[in-house]
């Protein structure tokens, strides 16, 4: 299907179904695709409430970014706005590129006001799908995010039955998605919240999801489906009920302690209206599907179900020997800070209990032209200590201490991570993770603590689903593998914006393999400097139930 031809995508935003974005692709040149990103505070009204926020392209979200299997798109972001800012290409592998993956202080700084910087987006051969891009520095990334859609290469076709459709749909209150009976269309979800995992529905259709993070999956028939922010997922529809109108309905899966306060309860909905002659109901039906806010079980039912495509066109490449072995914890923690000459304790999350700070200049930077004392390379391949993690006695101190530290990988070395939930503080909840630069296939998943003995002999190592961020669930743990064969300096985070703020975040770096073809590129003439301090954050400890409500909401 030609480029040109391309108009429909579909994405979930915060906590609202999405949004029309507009295609703004000025020239392509073969396999090379060229476009304007211009950054602007413009006005928009939602939900009766007018505000300025920062923009691409004065839409919100963004632009689509349409390209081919192993295409390369040049991006040329001009900053007119008030922020800086940095752009990510979540989920594009950019082979060997880590110059133009975005995220503030770790490959590069922010796009300033008034400047500008031009990004090659590199996407791999492997990668089919729907992906997307987002602001990677502060939390600028709410209102400047937009879709990519990567097509089959030229000649080929979906694994699946050609749709009959692609939807760009735009939901406010009154907002309509017309479909004719008998009909398939592809939806092009992303769950771009900030903070949110999210259930979605359609009253009495069921959902066929083909796809997640840019790879192809087994066709999996479901009521309904979970995302978690930082995820996308391509859903076939077919629209064989009774013509009237049904409500597509998004609502928060809450996995955090029910006695918080104040957390944004809504179910947000849409309507799917077929085309043709009838009465319309007097009030379209809700998914009776639809989960509710704290149904764990649900959460995990529909991730669990989830399987890698493994056919000849489309495999699943899992690493069946592992030469390194990582065992994780996620956990929300403490730090001790003086401020103002006063010593107190402030909010942190960690990574085996260390919680990353950013330091004042961009870590690739600084291992490619190897200068000292930005960073350390002892990020531990185990916690400090082993517990029970998930349960309610005996957890260890809550401090930490914030530092830079980064984990060093041998290229095409195969690596196996645990990650391990955590109850300290009392505070366990989904932890999203996302890997920048890599997919992963996830072999395992369960609650309570990892059994090194015992879980493993139930890993799938023939078609387990390959993403780039995966939930840890809340008192549970997940298994992932990969191949590390990208050279370069890529970041590992937790998706939800808080968590990352606080500090639940690493980097990897890869060295190269010995010839210029695994090898990390050289950077660009222009890098744009560094003269902002760290996004990551300490909040007030005193102040946490207000801060994470405050959060929540947004």
Not at 106 to 120: E, L, N, R, V
Not at 531 to 553: C, H, M, Q, Y
Request: net charge negative; hydrophobic share 35%.
């Amino acid at each position: 299907m030609a480029l040109e031809k391309m108009a429909y995508s579909v994405q979930f935003v915060l906590l609202v179904l999405l949004s029309g974005l507009m295609l703004v692709c000025r020239i392509a040149e073969g396999d090379t695709h060229y476009y304007d990103f211009v950054l602007k505070d413009t006005n928009f009204t939602r939900l009766c409430v007018t505000k300025t926020m920062l923009t691409v392209n004065e839409s919100f979200p963004g632009p689509v970014v349409y390209v081919h299997r192993g295409d390369t798109a040049i991006v040329n972001v001009q900053n007119e706005g008030s922020h800086g800012v940095t752009i990510h290409w979540h989920g594009v592998k950019q082979p060997r590129n880590p110059w133009s993956d975005g995220p503030d202080h770790i490959t590069q700084c922010q796009i300033q006001p008034g400047t500008s910087f031009t990004q090659k987006v590199i996407f791999s051969e492997d990668q089919e799908g729907t992906l997307w891009w987002h602001a990677h520095s502060d939390w600028t990334r709410a209102t400047v995010h937009g879709a990519i859609v990567v097509l089959p290469t030229e000649g080929t076709t979906y694994p699946f039955p050609q749709p009959d459709g692609e939807e760009v749909i735009v939901f406010e209150p009154t907002y309509s998605l017309v479909v004719d009976y008998g009909k398939t269309y592809l939806l092009r979800l992303v769950n771009a919240a900030m903070n949110s995992e999210l259930f979605f529905a359609i009253s009495e259709h069921n959902l066929t999801v083909v796809g997640t993070d840019g790879t192809y999956t087994k066709p999996l028939v479901t009521n309904y489906l979970m995302i978690t922010p930082g995820q996308t997922m391509d859903v076939l529809i077919t629209a064989n009920q009774t013509p009237s109108y049904y409500y597509m309905a998004i609502r928060q899966f809450v996995t955090i302690d029910p006695s918080v306060p104040e957390f944004t309860n809504m179910t947000a909905t849409a309507i799917l209206q077929y085309r043709g002659n009838y009465t319309p109901p007097a009030s379209p039906s809700l998914p009776t599907t639809l989960p509710t806010f704290y149904q764990l079980d649900a959460g995990y039912n529909f991730t669990s179900k989830l399987r890698s495509l493994a056919s000849p066109e489309h495999p699943a490449n899992v690493p069946q020997n592992v030469t390194t072995r990582m065992f994780i914890t996620a956990s929300i923690n403490l730090v001790s800070y003086t401020f103002e000459g006063i010593l107190v304790n402030h909010i942190a999350s960690t990574l085996n209990n260390i919680s990353f700070m950013d330091p004042s200049s961009s870590i690739l930077d600084a291992y490619y032209r190897h200068i000292s004392g930005v960073y350390t390379t002892d990020f531990p391949d185990y916690p400090p200590s082993i517990f029970d993690f998930t349960g309610v006695d005996d957890l260890p101190s809550a401090m930490t201490q914030p530092a830079t530290k980064v984990k060093v990988l041998n290229y095409n070395e195969t690596l196996e991570i645990v990650f391990q939930g955590t109850n300290v503080l009392t505070s366990a909840e989904d932890h999203p993770v996302h890997l920048h630069g890599f997919t992963f296939f996830v072999v395992g998943m369960g609650f309570g603590n990892f059994d090194p003995v015992a879980d493993p002999k139930g890993y799938n190592l023939v078609d387990p689903p390959e993403q780039n961020t995966v939930r840890v669930p809340k008192n549970g743990w997940v298994a992932i593998r990969l191949r590390v064969d990208n050279p370069g300096v890529w970041l590992w985070h937790c998706h939800l914006d808080r968590h990352f703020t606080w500090g639940m975040a690493t980097v990897f770096i890869v060295k190269d393999g010995g010839t210029p073809e695994t090898s990390l590129l050289p950077p660009p003439d222009y890098m744009p400097p560094c003269i902002t301090p760290s996004p990551i954050r300490l909040e007030d400890f005193n102040d946490a139930d207000g801060v994470v409500n405050t959060i929540s909401k947004i």
